[in-house]
């Protein structure tokens, strides 16, 4: 079993930057994809940021628009979502998520692991 926590979410001003991390316990995820996804009320499961287990290859939502950068340190099984210049509408929690996922991994489903989330509020 892998347990996900995050951490780094918060109350931030329009414009503002914020950095989310992800760290892992129970076993290394050196092998395992890594995602972002964020979920507003009402709203379902967003795809925000993935990453490759080499760390070599990413991919962003189509709302992200070059805003936020997904990384990662396998040594330290932590996994980073830089957010810079936050708009209202990004507020949402933000879940990390890990699997060992080849393709489809902007859908949630094949997912394994998943964090609590961390609240992420945008004011203007």
């Known amino acids: 079993q892998v347990q996900l926590v995050e951490s780094g979410g918060g109350l931030v001003q329009a414009g503002g930057s914020l950095r989310l991390s992800c760290t892992a316990s129970g076993r290394t995820f050196s092998r395992y994809a890594m995602g972002w996804f964020r979920q507003a009320p009402g709203k379902e499961r967003e795809f925000v940021a993935a990453?490759?287990?080499?760390?070599?290859?990413?991919d962003y939502g189509d709302s992200i628009k070059g805003r936020f950068t997904i990384s990662r340190d396998n040594a330290k099984n932590t996994v980073y979502l830089q957010m810079n210049s936050l708009k209202p509408e990004d507020t949402a929690v933000y879940y990390c998520?890990?699997?060992?996922?080849?393709?489809?991994?902007?859908?949630?489903?094949?997912?394994?692991?998943w964090g609590q989330g961390t609240q992420v509020t945008v004011s203007s």
């Open positions: 998520a890990a699997g060992k996922v080849v393709s489809a991994y902007r859908s949630p489903i094949p997912y394994e692991y």
């Open positions: 990453i490759h287990w080499s760390g070599g290859s990413t």
